[in-house]
């Protein structure tokens, strides 16, 4: 199996903008600069100033919340304003990470009561001897035919035409033995490709537009917001949908906590809220779009035209922490099947 990490040239700026390598064309046509420098820090660039904890209102308990401002996680923000947790009994502090590598530490060391991680990562630290229970999920990926808000992306004039057609291909994805490689994987070899021959290189969301333009890649597996930015900036096509083939209607990430602290009052309060949440969201499309703009620089035309993940009130399914245990080990990621179901609650 080929992969690397892309190695920033020795000019290029990481100074928390969209980098200077190929400077605006980082997101792509007239989408260019869309976001900006708060974007690139909150969609990957470094850690993002926390927003203040909401006024208290009679007594609450205080609860802290690592997570990454994606659109995945635009449920909490809305049961946030609609006053769940606040009904729960919790008052939310939550804070920007740069990604699961600060996430995951900080719920282990007690500097976040919650963190929201996919299972794959989360599976990984616990088979080196973490101990966590998720005590709500994100959204469901797509089936069949569905768009999807992760999608294998390519430049209109490639010669790529299907998942079928990146053997030998290099691949961009944010992470390198993680969700988005064993999805791509399955998709390849369910599709006939030689899945072992696909080079992966590791380049932030932010900047995976423009590595394609510039012919860095063959394709990049691309997540919302930053998809829809690409297909309205008119130069690239969606050849497949990885997820829908390899887990489609599971659910890839999670809000967890440490296994000790599953009977408290922050775990149980938070389930409940988010179960509230969820189903809100997945009767109140528009409400979910708009507040997506509120968290993060995403303007609203873009907010309108998002594929979003579909939301459901009881989001812990056993079997979606199943499925992605099963790619982890039959793509190599751990030596042994994780155990998934001591991660539920």
């Known amino acids: 199996m080929s992969a690397m990490r892309y190695i920033h ?56 919340l690592g997570f990454l401002p994606i659109t995945d996680v635009a449920p909490f923000f809305l049961g946030e304003s609609l006053g769940y947790f606040e009904e729960e009994g919790l008052q939310i502090e939550h804070q920007f990470a740069a990604g699961g590598a600060v996430i995951l530490p900080s719920v282990e060391s007690g500097e976040f009561d919650i963190g929201y991680s996919n299972i794959v990562s989360l599976l990984l630290l616990q088979s ?70 696909i080079n992966f290189v590791e380049i932030p969301f932010p900047e995976m537009g423009a590595a394609l333009e510039a012919g860095e890649v063959d394709a990049i597996q691309y997540n919302e917001p930053f998809q829809t930015i690409l297909e309205q900036g008119g130069t690239a096509r969606s050849i497949g949908k990885p997820f829908n083939v390899a887990a489609g209607g599971e659910i890839l990430a999670y809000y ?34 708009d507040i997506i703009t509120t968290y993060t620089e995403v303007p609203q035309e873009i907010a309108d035209a998002l594929i979003l993940p579909t939301y459901v009130e009881e989001s812990v399914p056993e079997s979606s922490l199943e499925r992605y245990a099963e790619l982890m080990t039959e793509f190599g990621i751990v030596e042994e099947m994780p155990a998934f179901a001591d991660l539920l609650p």
């Open 9 to 64: 040239p020795p000019n290029a700026a990481n100074d928390g903008r969209l980098g200077a390598r190929h400077g605006r064309r980082a997101f792509l046509g007239g989408a260019a600069g869309v976001f900006g420098a708060a974007a690139y820090a909150a969609y990957g660039g470094g850690v993002a100033s926390a927003f203040g904890p909401r006024p208290r209102s009679g007594d609450l308990t205080t609860a802290t």
């Open 128 to 197: 080196r001897g973490g101990a966590y229970k998720i005590v709500a999920g994100g959204g469901k990926t797509a089936t069949d035919d569905e768009r999807d808000y992760s999608e294998l992306w390519v430049l209109n004039d490639s010669e790529l035409q299907s998942v079928a057609d990146i053997g030998g291909r290099t691949v961009a994805i944010n992470t390198l033995a993680n969700a988005l490689e064993i999805v791509v994987r399955k998709a390849a070899d369910e599709a006939g490709a030689d899945h072992e021959s």
């Open 256 to 289: 967890f906590v440490k296994a000790d602290n599953i009977d408290g009052p922050i775990a149980t309060g938070f389930t409940a809220a988010m179960a509230k949440a969820n189903a809100y969201a997945a009767e109140n499309e528009q409400e979910l779009r």
